[in-house]
């Protein structure tokens, strides 16, 4: 991974750290939640946390397996478009309230919400999907990393 | 550990597994013990898990933390009861954990960055990280401290 920082190259600063993140990565790659969804999660907890290099790196893999363009600029608003199933509604829902969890606590109702689309298994890998981009992006933005 | 929602650890083992391979990797981080409680405690107080504030308090009264240490640390800044070293690791603690409002300062990283080195500094932001993790389990799946 060729990565620029304008602070610290972290990832080489101690390379178990890297090698610890992506095994996470790797079980849930393997945890059978939709890439497609995996990537607006993604995105959209990475326009809250304004990271750059995240929303850089997402959205080139979004593109590659087949998401639209029009899907990326309108996910900022994803609650006023029909352009989202039900499920990634539910899923965004989800990442919005874990990753403002500060302020909003994990209310009932989108818990509930995300209940009805997702089996126990999804939604734990869901949840655990969310706690690492929120972790990727806190260092990517901690440290500065530049995207291409 | 009782949950009203879901339990993690017996719906995704191996998740959690991930998880914990992260701990032991902190654990050998060379990391003062003192130090990792305040940060999981400060992270804790944010983002408001009462499991986690239950768990870690527990955590750093065994490991020989003071009542007074706990108790004033919501306002670390207004006392004088933490060394310049976990002041800064508090500022970068507050600043990682709400990153969205303040995105990472330069003041708060030059200042963490006086009394890390390298190593130290990445660790201790895995070790922001994983508590923000944690956190997030804890609340949206809703555990229950005993």
Redesign the interface.
């Known amino acids: 991974m060729m990565m620029k920082s304008e602070?610290?190259d972290?990832y080489k600063?101690?390379p178990?750290?890297a090698k610890?993140m992506l095994?996470?990565e790797e079980?849930?790659r393997k945890?059978g939640l939709e890439p497609a969804l995996l990537d607006l999660v993604r995105m959209r907890a990475s326009q809250?946390?304004?990271c750059a290099f995240c929303l850089d790196m997402h959205s080139k893999d979004a593109r590659r397996l087949g998401e639209t363009e029009q899907r990326l600029y309108v996910l900022n608003a994803w609650r006023e478009s029909t352009l989202y199933t039900e499920r990634e509604r539910a899923a965004l829902a989800?990442t919005e309230?874990?990753?403002?969890?500060?302020d909003t606590?994990?209310p009932e109702d989108v818990?509930e919400e995300v209940k009805k689309h997702f089996s126990?298994?999804e939604?734990?890998?869901l949840?655990?999907q969310?706690?690492?981009i929120?972790?990727w992006?806190?260092?990517n933005?901690?440290?500065?990393y530049q995207h291409p | 550990m009782s949950t009203n929602r879901i339990d993690a650890y017996k719906t995704v083992p191996e998740a959690m597994q991930a998880l914990m391979a992260v701990e032991e990797h902190l654990k050998k981080s060379g990391l003062e013990r003192s130090l990792v409680e305040l940060v999981k405690m400060r992270a804790s107080q944010i983002n408001g898990c009462a499991f986690c504030l239950d768990l870690h308090s527990r955590d750093a009264r065994n490991n020989g933390e003071t009542e007074k240490r706990l108790y004033l640390l919501s306002a670390w800044r207004e006392s004088s009861l933490y060394s310049e070293r976990e002041q800064a690791a508090l500022a970068w603690t507050e600043s990682l954990t709400l990153i969205s409002q303040n995105h990472a300062p330069d003041t708060v990283y030059e200042r963490v960055r006086e009394h890390f080195n390298d190593q130290e500094l990445v660790n201790l932001t895995l070790l922001i990280t994983q508590i923000n993790a944690w956190n997030r389990f804890a609340i949206g799946f809703r555990y229950e401290h005993p």
Not at chain 1, 97 to 102: C, D, F, P, R, V
Not at chain 1, 141 to 144: E, S
Request: aromatic share 12%.
């Open positions: 602070r610290m972290a600063a101690d178990d750290i610890l095994a996470a079980h849930i945890s809250i946390n304004r989800w309230a874990l990753t403002l969890i500060a606590q994990a818990y126990d298994a939604l734990a890998n949840t655990f969310i706690t690492q929120n972790a992006n806190r260092f933005v901690g440290f500065r």
